[in-house]
């Protein structure tokens, strides 16, 4: 039976009986698939009868099959970068260089600031100090 490393893609002809995928040395047990790319369609659902559906469309039209592959492969693609925008959005940067290494100014600081230069003091309004380009804001 013919399987696909689910890790490279790699084509197995022997598929029941190898262990270890001969191009990435992967454990292949549990990571065989029917298909080329079926780590992106068990990406999408464990559904057996989905995964099924795959094998068939495969099997009997593989230009629908790719189609429907560069649709998952996008999907997924999209639903990470989402996931790692939400994530990057919640981290302060400084607006002046975009960097993330800032730090809060203390109020040990701004009190040192206005003894030192007193009115004319700067850091009573800010609270960030940027670490790369040394701006606050």
Aim: glycine share 6%; with cysteine; hydrophobic share 30%.
């Amino acid at each position: 039976m013919v399987m696909y490393c689910d890790i490279c893609g790699t084509k197995i002809e022997d598929g029941e009986n190898v262990v270890k995928c001969p191009r990435c040395l992967c454990n292949i047990v549990g990571f065989k698939s029917p298909i080329p790319d079926g780590c992106w369609v068990k990406g999408v659902s464990q559904d057996e009868s989905f995964m099924n559906a795959m094998v068939e469309l495969y099997k009997n039209d593989p230009i629908e099959y790719q189609l429907k592959i560069q649709q998952i492969k996008l999907q997924v693609q999209q639903q990470k970068q989402i996931a790692s925008t939400k994530l990057n959005s919640h981290i302060p940067h400084c607006p002046t260089c975009s960097s993330t290494n800032i730090k809060k100014i203390s109020g040990l600081s701004k009190a040192g600031s206005v003894f030192l230069w007193g009115v004319f003091s700067r850091k009573v309004h800010k609270q960030w100090h940027c670490n790369s380009c040394g701006s606050e804001w």
